[in-house]
Each structure stands twice: as C-alpha cells, then as structure tokens.
C-alpha cells in the first residue's frame, strides 16, 4: 500500500467518524419533527425533488436517444 493511499484512507476515517456522535441529535430532530406533523412536509418535499430528478434524467435520455439515432442515419 502506498503512503499516498494510507493517508487518504486515515483521513476518511477521521472525517467520518464525528458524523456518527451526531446520529442521536438527528433522531430526536426526527421525532419532534413527526410530533409537529411536519415530518410529511419534508418528506413530500423529498419526493418531489426525486420525481423531478427522475423526470429530466428521462428527457435527457430520450433527447440523446434521438440524437445517436440521428447520427446513424
């Protein structure tokens, strides 16, 4: 293993390891967020987004689609 690859993978595993400490504060976000009734809000917004990501992916696809057909003609 290279010293360069070492390095990268210590600092990855010092990056992420506070991440874990803050697991519990989200929960507790989550369930005051549920108690409100807000969660459905967040969880709507979320769909929402995915849909429109999944929508433009698709119009991307059918726009290169139509281009490679154009150029084997």
Known sequence: MTELLRRTILCLIL??????LHAQDAV????????DGKIYVVVGVMAIIF????????????KLSRMERGEKD
């Not at 507790?28 to 108690?35: E, I, L, Y």
Request: charged share 20%; aromatic share 4%; hydrophobic share 60%.
């Open 15 to 20: 990056l992420t390891g506070p991440l874990a």
């Open 51 to 62: 849909l429109g990501l999944v929508i433009y992916l698709m119009m991307i696809e059918r």
């Open 28 to 35: 507790d976000m989550a369930d005051t967020m549920r108690a």
